[in-house]
């Protein structure tokens, strides 16, 4: 049974490999333009920074060095129900030097088009473990009326042990801003 954490939670991942799975709805006639929302994964060492520039995953580098992390795709307009895009994730090969995986999703081309989360509704990110059982669920019911991206969660070890915090944390800015503050 799913545990549906609220922002700050935290929860052990007790699973070796994983498919984390980012679902949105949006508004779309409030701009007149589709949204493109995208998923990025920051893979971070010890100090929060990336373990190399490859150990950002997104929709033009879908896979981690070590093949840890694979984005499975990018959804243009994140219509139909169930997750919008998803992540498999294998901490079995996951590089030493890895601390935490942060989970980020923007709006592509937010400020040309006029968009912001406060667009987006019904956002969720959730985890489920090989046999699809959701293992926690994280829907993000703020309002962020200005905001062009947000931090969904991270995943983290913490003597040996990953978890998952649910964080929920949003920025007027794009993937860019968090490309400057990783690297």
């Known amino acids: 049974m799913a545990i549906n954490l609220q922002k700050g939670q935290r929860e052990n991942i007790d699973a070796p ?11 779309s006639s409030a701009t007149g333009e589709g949204f493109d929302l995208d998923a990025s994964i920051f893979i971070l060492g010890e100090h929060g920074k990336l373990v190399a520039d490859d150990y950002f995953v997104f929709y033009n580098n879908k896979k981690s060095p070590d093949e840890a992390v694979v984005h499975t795709g990018d959804n243009l307009t994140g219509e139909g129900a169930g997750d919008d895009e998803q992540i498999k994730v294998d901490l079995t090969k996951i590089n030493a030097a890895a601390k935490e995986i942060c989970i980020v999703v923007t709006i592509h081309d937010a400020e040309a088009r006029r968009q912001n989360f406060g667009q987006v509704r019904n956002s969720f990110i959730r985890i489920v473990d090989e046999q699809n059982n959701e293992l926690v669920k994280y829907e993000l019911d703020e309002d962020f009326s200005i905001e062009t991206a947000v931090e969904f969660g991270r995943i983290y070890n913490r003597s040996g042990q990953w978890k998952f915090e649910a964080v929920g944390m949003g920025m007027k800015g794009g993937l860019q801003d968090y490309l400057n503050k990783y690297n």
């Open 17 to 27: 490999k994983f498919t984390v799975g980012l679902g949105w709805d949006t508004n």
